[in-house]
Structures are given as C-alpha cells and as structure tokens.
C-alpha cells in the first residue's frame, strides 16, 4: 500500500488520478488539497478518508472545515497547511497537480523530505529546476513525470546511453494550427478552449493554443532529462498518438504510442518502475488512418521560441516567463488582452527583468511577484 498525497485533487490532473486509484487499487491518500472547489473536495474526503484536507482558499477552508468538523481529518488553510502536512505525514508518493507557480513550494518541500514527486506541474521545473535539481542531489528523490510527452521520453531513453541523438517533442498544435496569422487577431477564449484531442484544465489549454505549453515542455525536458536544448526538437503530430520520440545516433527512433488520455500516464507515474493492467481503452491501430508531422511555425506561434531563447539564456529568465505567461493567459480569459497579446506581454516584461544567475526559493517568490505585477501593468507600458 502505497501512502499518497494528492496536491490539487479537485483539477483535472487530481481527478483523473483518482479515477486510476480506483481503478487499479493499492493507494491511500492522505492528503488532499485544492485552492477552493470545496463542494467536490468535501465529497473527495468523505470517499478517502485522508489524514489532511487543506483549502488555499480562506472562504473554502472554512466551509470545508464545518462540513468535515464530525471526522478525524485535519481541515487546514493555505500553502503553509500543505507544507506542515508533508512534514507530518509518512508518504511515498506526492502527486504535484497543483496549477502554476503555486505548487513550486510543495513541490520542493517534498524533494527535501526526499519523497519521490510525480510531476503534473510543469512551471515548478521551468521556474525552479535549479533548484530541484540542487534538493534531488541532496536527498535522492525522484522526480517522475506525470505529462504525456515526458512520460513518454522516460519511458524511451535507454540508461546511460551515448548515443542520444534528439529528444523529439510532440505538439498537437492546438485549435489554431491551421488558422492563418490574420486569423488569430479576433479569436475568443472560447474557441482556444476548444482543444481537439485533450480535455484539459483552462490554463494548460490555452498554452497549447499559444504552443507555450510545448515551450514550457522544452525547459521542462532540458532539466528531468539533462539534455542540450539544441538536442529538444518539437513537432506538430495533429493526432496525438505519438506523445514523443527518442531519436539515437545509429538512426533509430523509440516512440511511446496511445490514446490521448492522461490517465496512462499518471498510472505509470503511480506505480513507477511496474507497469500495471486496466480496464482504460486502449490504442487500436488498425483505426489509424495516418500519422502526421510537420515542423512548427515559430513566427505564427513565438511563445516557443519565446521558451527557447530564455531557456537556453537561464539564469532567472524563465521565472519571468512562467509568471508572466500566467497573467498573460489570466488577462486573455478575462478578454482584457488577445490572443496575439499574449506573446507581447510575455516580451515586454522579460525585457525589463535585470536576470541574475544563482538564486534561492526566496529570491525566486521575489522574481515570481515582481514578474506578475509588471504583467498586470502591460496596458499602462503600451
């Protein structure tokens, strides 16, 4: 029995790992956490019984903890009740699926606890990977993770091998791949939405209509995989089968191959190193009609090159990229900017941050809130 806190248990990531616990057994939970869906974390502790249930949100904490006064689980509130909760409770697994830059902390909390994190937060390696990296040499912990195209190269690398050629990303491409550029100027965040192959939360949906998500995914890969950003390809593959790719030096290639469904992934990352049978659909091949790729248009999307550039720059740059892409996607759900803007922005306050090169947890909340107020005052620098 594996003991298991679950952080951000109401989202989309949160749900769907449940639904694998349910499905394949052998996990407690011991800790949930949300940031103020109270009614769907209420009935989630009703069903799991964990040690902890903490609420980021102080409205949600409240009613929460009047709903679950009558059990023995402790109703907590905010950051400081999640990172108490790791310290008090034996885990073996944390599933990070907190959205953002918020679950940089726990993330990192739990690596110096040296429990092993599967990862469904890809900003805390993009604005943190320095200093995960830092922890993980220290304690040991592992980092496995949960998205499908990191998954999938995991699962392609063989150990230790010389011969690595290329990591090969793959990108859906969202629902304006096809648009042409004079296309994107009126888009509405209901149609970037409107993903064609993933059901996703609203955040990650509108990156992969940026491709800012698979940037983000190239920072990511550069850090869990040790690997040169010149050697991080991305294509476009519309179908979303192939979730990545390995290319070696003798000219072969591994791909990881399934359905668009996160839960696979999350149950590798569940029960890492073993693999284990369910009852999930599977990939019929004989269904596939074809298998596309093409190279991604960099000046119709420049979030990816956006990530490329700052990646390769580092030093404290992609802590302003994350945060600033948070508020940029903010304001574009909030029609206070478009779709176009988004990129802009992003630009705009990279160009006024002075990056340094070393930097602690504290430094990096002090970027991160500087970061997010510059981008909230974008309308009055134009």
Same mark, same amino acid.
């Given at each position: 029995m594996k003991n298991i806190? @679950?952080?951000?248990?109401?989202?989309?990531?949160?749900?769907?790992? @449940?639904?694998? *616990?349910?499905? *394949?057994?052998?996990?407690?939970? #011991?800790?949930?956490?949300?940031?103020? =869906?109270?009614?769907?974390?209420? #009935?989630?502790a009703l069903k799991y019984q964990p040690q902890f249930v903490i609420l980021t949100d102080e409205g949600s904490f409240h009613k929460a903890k009047a709903a679950l006064e009558h059990l023995p689980i402790n109703v907590m509130l905010g950051i400081d009740g999640i990172l108490r909760s790791l310290v008090e409770t034996e885990l073996d697994l944390v599933v990070a699926a907190i959205s953002g830059a918020s679950g940089i902390q726990p993330t990192l909390k739990a690596l110096e606890l040296g429990i092993n994190v599967a990862l469904a937060n890809k900003e805390t390696i993009v604005a943190a990977g320095y200093l995960a990296e830092r922890i993980k040499v220290k304690t040991g912990a592992e980092i496995i993770p949960v998205d499908s195209e990191h998954s999938a190269i995991m699962q392609c690398l063989e150990p230790d091998s010389q011969s690595l050629e290329k990591i090969i990303l793959t990108a859906s491409g969202g629902p304006f791949w096809t648009y042409k550029h004079e296309d994107l100027y009126n888009v509405k965040p209901k149609e970037a939405l409107k993903h064609p192959n993933w059901n996703m939360g609203k955040k990650i949906t509108i990156d992969s209509a940026t491709l800012m998500n698979k940037g983000l995914e190239v920072i990511e890969a550069h850090w869990l995989f040790n690997v040169a950003y010149d050697k991080i390809d991305v294509v476009i593959h519309p179908q979303s089968i192939i979730h990545s790719m390995v290319q070696y030096g003798d000219g072969s290639f591994l791909a990881h191959l399934g359905l668009p469904d996160m839960k696979v992934p999350i149950q590798?990352? @569940?029960?890492?190193?073993?693999?284990? =049978?369910?009852?999930?659909?599977k990939l019929d091949l004989t269904q596939i009609q074809k298998l596309e790729f093409f190279a991604p248009d960099h000046a119709k999307f420049p979030?990816?090159?956006?990530?490329?550039?700052?990646?390769?720059?580092?030093?404290? @740059?992609? *802590?302003?990229?994350?945060?600033? =892409?948070?508020?940029a996607v903010e304001l574009f759900l909030e029609e206070r900017i478009s779709f176009l803007e988004i990129p802009v922005l992003i630009e705009t306050v990279l160009e006024k941050h002075n990056p340094f090169l070393e930097y602690s947890l504290e430094d990096l909340l002090e970027v991160d809130n500087w970061a997010r107020m510059e981008s909230r005052q974008y309308k009055n620098m134009r």
């Open positions: 806190a @679950l952080l951000g248990s109401t989202g989309s990531i949160g749900t769907q790992t @449940l639904q694998v *616990i349910d499905e *394949i057994k052998g996990f407690k939970i #011991q800790i949930l956490s949300a940031h103020k =869906n109270t009614e769907l974390i209420i #009935q989630q590798y990352a @569940l029960t890492y190193p073993n693999r284990i =049978n369910n009852s999930f659909p979030c990816l090159s956006l990530a490329y550039h700052v990646g390769k720059r580092g030093e404290t @740059l992609p *802590i302003v990229l994350n945060a600033a =892409n948070e508020v």
